[in-house]
């Protein structure tokens, strides 16, 4: 057994004592001690046998002991314990979004809840909520999660496909006999939603690849297992291909397996207009040494195309000819412009949320909770927004290195005005307008309501604008082309809110809208401070939008976003 399966099995065990309402300090207890045995750097069993296991922080006798039972039966018998006693439909709930172990325990103890179709049922019915500490967000959350499943079977969103992969790609990477594993597949085209997860692996030794990744708890069915490819399926559903090549073709493969499909048909016509063949294996006929997939493009006479662009949406012509745009990234970010705080219906504090800015390397971070007719998310009116302004200021005096803005996100009421008195909003340093509530309004209402926003002098930013959530609810019924058209006149920005199942405006939209002239802002809508790093998925759609830095607003120093948002709307874009 590998230090990573140990690990395993002890960061399953903190999940079951959980669930089973053991003492939590010995969940807390068994992740340190797997966290422990991962970072060894020598084979546990012998670490444990010669003795050096003892007196290391973080192992007590009682963990000592486990890992004994361990090296000695390759079990642990308090897991095994657990592993009878908790029902399996329990655990798969811990593989929806927003659902942790105490909350299972919950749905399992309190309400008797033993598998998903259970548990859906009784947060239909409102039953969630009438446990002590949990209440009617999270039954919002388990309905929202066990939609998704269904609106989208057997595709999963991007941004619990990407974690995943990169967790097994973590664990392949650190075997042996890997040389080398990567990413590829839709993930690594960063689409939004997803149908597998395709790792490749350069190995001269692909069976004890495969035979370690076969053992992995995180697994529970094996589909396939042969010499070059292994299928799996994670515990949560999502399939997860591994593919084994030689080293010496890994390129191609990876290429290959990256896709898309269109994709690879295009570059296979240019290998054989060029007397070759391009398949997983190489270039057929063309001699080159081709190590790295920049060598596979540069032999067809193509600079490297960025993953996020390979989907024969013109990203072949445009290199040919020397015009792919240079691709915003994470790093150019320099502030986000749309978050909340616990003044609505957030969890952080500004000073919380301010530090995680800072370690993020932000010069500024807009502070936008909602208005007072969301009561729900006990929206602000102006004498609270007053208040909180008074906090910023304070806390801007420190002189911290992220600045705050002073912004709101304002509801568009259902007859298109604004849930807040003009003067009101002309006080803020940023306004964030958003759709909240008309989802089954008329395209022609939905679209005057968003225009009076478009057209109102005081609102910069246009928040997630087609209100769709991936795999749960689809897009208002709104004109978005025209949508676009009016806000590049107007000058408004129009958000690529980052949140994972909201990707919205998505990708199609983004390119239409900056390719006629628009800016974005590439916001996370973040309502804790773990949220901030959403910005990733909205980086990866803006990039999937073929946004150059320049078209993105947030990639502004400081200076230049506030002498941006000091010019009148109309004279935004022009002057940008
Ligand atoms: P997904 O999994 O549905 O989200 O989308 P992909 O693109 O990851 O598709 P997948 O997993 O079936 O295959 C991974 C890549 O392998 C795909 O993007 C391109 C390549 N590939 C698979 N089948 C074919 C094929 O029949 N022809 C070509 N040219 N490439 C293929
Ligand atoms: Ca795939
Ligand atoms: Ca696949
Ligand atoms: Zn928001």
């Known amino acids: 057994m590998t230090n990573y399966e140990a690990a395993w099995l002890f960061l399953e065990l903190a999940d079951r004592v959980e669930v089973a309402g053991d003492n939590p300090f010995k969940a807390v207890a068994y992740r340190k001690a797997a966290r422990l045995l991962e970072g060894l750097g020598e084979p546990f069993a012998e670490a444990w046998a010669a003795g050096r296991l003892r007196d290391r922080p ?164 094996v589909t396939a297992q042969g010499p070059t490819r292994v299928a799996v399926v994670h515990q949560g559903g999502l399939p997860v291909d591994l593919r084994l090549v030689e080293p010496a073709v890994f390129a191609a493969a990876w290429l290959h397996l990256t896709g898309s499909k269109e994709h690879n048909v295009r570059l296979r016509q240019r290998a054989k207009e060029r007397g070759w063949q391009l398949n997983d294996y190489g270039l057929t006929g063309s001699g080159f040494s081709l190590p790295e997939e920049e060598d596979l493009y540069r032999a067809l006479g193509l600079p490297f195309i960025p993953p996020e662009l390979r989907e024969d949406r013109g990203e072949i012509e445009a290199a040919e000819k020397g015009e792919l745009p240079a691709l915003v990234e994470e790093s150019d970010l320099r502030g986000d412009l749309h978050v909340h705080s616990e003044w609505s219906d957030g969890t952080a504090s500004l000073r919380e949320l301010r530090e995680a800015a800072a370690r993020l390397g932000y010069e500024y971070l ?38 705050l803005l002073a912004g709101v996100e304002v509801d568009i009421l259902g007859d298109g005005r604004l849930d807040l008195e003009d003067e009101v909003l002309a006080e803020m340093d940023l306004v964030v307008a958003s759709l909240h509530s008309g989802f089954r309004q008329e395209p022609e209402r939905l679209l005057a309501r968003a ?126």
């Open 58 to 221: 973080g192992i007590g006798e009682a963990i000592h002991a486990k890992i004994g039972e361990l090296v000695q039966t390759g079990t642990i018998s308090a897991l095994e314990r657990l592993r009878r006693e908790i029902p399996p439909g329990v655990m798969d709930m811990l593989t929806l979004p927003g659902v942790g172990p105490r909350h299972a325990r919950n749905f399992w103890k309190v309400l008797g809840l033993e598998d998903l179709t259970a548990l859906q049922e009784a947060a239909e019915q409102g039953r969630l909520r009438t446990v002590k500490g949990l209440g009617p967000k999270l039954e919002l959350a388990v309905l929202r999660a066990i939609a998704q499943r269904d609106a989208a079977p057997g595709r999963q969103l991007l941004g619990l496909a990407l974690p995943l992969a990169r967790d097994l790609r973590e664990s392949l990477a650190r075997q042996p006999a890997v040389e080398r594993v990567e990413i590829a597949g839709s993930i690594r085209r960063r689409a939004e939603l997803v149908g597998d997860v395709d790792l490749v692996v350069a190995s001269e030794a692909p069976e004890e690849v495969s035979d370690f990744f076969v053992r992995m708890p995180s697994f529970r069915e």
């Open 366 to 403: 807009a502070v936008c909770d909602h208005s007072r007719s969301l009561a729900v998310a006990r929206g602000l009116d102006a004498e609270r927004l007053r208040a909180q302004r008074r906090e910023i200021e304070a806390l801007n005096a420190e002189g911290h290195p992220v600045y």
């Open 451 to 576: 225009a009076a926003a478009l057209r109102h002098p005081h609102v910069d930013i246009l928040a997630h604008p087609t209100g769709r959530l991936l795999g749960h609810r689809p897009p208002y019924a709104l004109d978005v082309p025209a949508l676009i058209e009016l806000a590049v006149e107007t000058g408004t920005i129009l958000e690529v809110n980052a949140t994972p199942d909201r990707l919205d405006l998505c990708d199609l939209h983004v390119r239409r809208f900056v390719s006629a002239g628009g800016l974005v802002a590439v916001n996370t809508d973040a309502h804790s401070t773990e949220h901030l790093v959403f910005r990733e998925y909205g980086v990866a759609t803006a990039r999937r939008g073929w946004c150059r830095a320049r078209q993105v607003l947030n990639t502004r120093s400081l200076p230049d976003l506030l002498a941006f948002l000091a010019r009148e709307k109309g004279r935004r874009f022009s002057s940008a």
